[in-house]
């Protein structure tokens, strides 16, 4: 699988007075990163959540490098890189366009069905948890030479 980056345009709306993203909105970048990472693994939240699985986040760690700036476009880099039958951990890197390491971030997901019981998804849905073995063995996106 050939996951690509994540482009994203920092918004005014996002940064306080001295045009620097507030910390809050990283949460946001790394979810909308995510869900993209799962398109492209052919696994939408619509297509998991039809299927009865929620993957809430169960930790979010943030590594703050450099601050990110309205009219800045960064690339979101996210990789699978472990997975066990009931949770998933993802490691992000967010790049200025010229590669230069602005932020790290991890979470840590669990498979939980609607009424938020873990499930071992490996047993419950072995075709959804090949498709995450897929993405851990895939890597991190690379960055452009």
């Known amino acids: 699988?050939?996951?690509?980056?994540?482009?994203?345009r920092i918004n005014y709306y996002e940064t306080d007075q001295m045009q620097v993203v507030h910390h809050s909105n990283y949460a946001r970048y790394l979810e909308e990163s995510r869900l993209d990472l799962m398109d492209q693994?052919?696994?939408?939240?619509?297509?998991?959540?039809?299927?009865?699985?929620?993957?809430?986040?169960?930790?979010?760690?943030?590594?703050?490098?450099m601050a990110l700036h309205f009219g800045e476009t960064v690339m979101i880099y996210p990789h699978i890189?472990?997975?066990?039958?009931?949770?998933?951990?993802?490691?992000?890197?967010?790049?200025g366009l010229d590669g230069t390491l602005l932020h790290k971030a991890e979470?840590?997901?669990?498979?939980?069905?609607?009424?938020?019981?873990?499930?071992n998804l490996k047993k419950q849905f072995p075709e959804v948890f090949r498709l995450f073995e897929e993405a851990v063995e895939s890597g991190m996106p690379s960055m452009p030479e």
Do not use: C, Q
């Open 1 to 8: 699988m050939n996951v690509k980056p994540y482009r994203r």
């Open 41 to 65: 693994m052919g696994l939408s939240y619509a297509r998991l959540e039809h299927l009865g699985i929620i993957i809430p986040v169960l930790e979010l760690h943030d590594y703050y490098t």
């Open 81 to 95: 890189y472990k997975l066990s039958p009931v949770r998933f951990w993802l490691h992000y890197e967010i790049r």
């Open 107 to 119: 979470t840590v997901h669990g498979f939980v069905d609607k009424s938020f019981r873990p499930m």
